[in-house]
């Protein structure tokens, strides 16, 4: 079974660095054909997401934030982090991971299975 | 860059109905296009991917078509329980979302 769950702080303030860590079981992000991503929601939004890590350590990142994001990963400890630097009130949102997987011999990928969220708020 | 663009953005429906929600790219993403319920609170939740397949454990009601630059996502007979809002997301290139359809009841 699969299951995936965020931590971090709840409150930033702004211009500060934010550092989420998604803990998860039930895969290896060492096994081919597999990834973790992180999405987001701002309040009353859409998701959007912001950044991938494949199991060969290749990242993506969403273009409009790629100067403020890295994702690594800890195979050992089967986490995946991902830090968001010079955080504003316009990125509180609930931040997600997700298992990245794509179908067998084809190439689409998708997040079959996701953690429930973590809400962080950034105020002074 | 690719734009997907849902339509409605939100839609109200009453239990038995059948829905349909539409997603269309900007340009040709072939079949790399799948859908997602989010409730509030929850995580959100693979209903169909590579266009038009199930994910395991999907009620049958849930249905997905489309390929190119038009997709649809229905809903045979609505149930109490899939009053949430639905995202369409490509990966033909980059992962993007589309901006929600919210089913509400009516």
């Known amino acids: 079974q699969i299951t995936l769950k965020e931590s971090g702080p709840t409150l930033v303030k702004p211009t500060q660095t934010l550092t989420l860590t998604c803990t998860f079981s039930g895969f290896s992000l060492s096994t081919s054909g597999v990834g973790v991503g992180w999405i987001r929601q701002p309040p009353g939004k859409a998701l959007e997401w912001l950044a991938l890590?494949?199991?060969?350590?290749?990242?993506r990142y969403s273009p409009s934030l790629e100067s403020r994001l890295t994702i690594t990963k800890d195979t050992s400890k089967n986490q995946v982090v991902l830090t968001m630097t010079s955080m504003d009130p316009v990125d509180t949102a609930t931040y997600y991971c997700a298992h990245y997987i794509r179908v067998a011999a084809s190439s689409h990928w998708f997040f079959d299975l996701w953690g429930r969220g973590t809400l962080v708020t950034v105020s002074s | 860059d690719i734009q997907l663009t849902q339509s409605p953005s939100s839609l109200s429906a009453s239990v038995g109905d059948r829905v349909t929600i539409t997603c269309r790219a900007s340009?040709?993403?072939?079949?790399?296009l799948h859908w997602y319920q989010h409730k509030p609170g929850k995580a959100p939740n693979l209903l169909i991917y590579?266009?038009?397949s199930l994910q395991s454990g999907v009620p049958s009601r849930f249905s997905g078509s489309g390929s190119g630059t038009d997709f649809t996502l229905t809903i045979s007979s609505l149930q109490p329980e899939d009053f949430a809002t639905y995202y369409c997301?490509?990966?033909?290139?980059?992962?993007?979302f589309g901006q929600g359809t919210m089913l509400e009841i009516k």
């Open positions: 890590i494949y199991w060969d350590d290749d990242k």
């Open positions: 340009r040709s993403i072939s079949t790399y």
């Open positions: 997301q490509q990966s033909y290139s980059s992962p993007l």
């Open positions: 590579a266009a038009s």
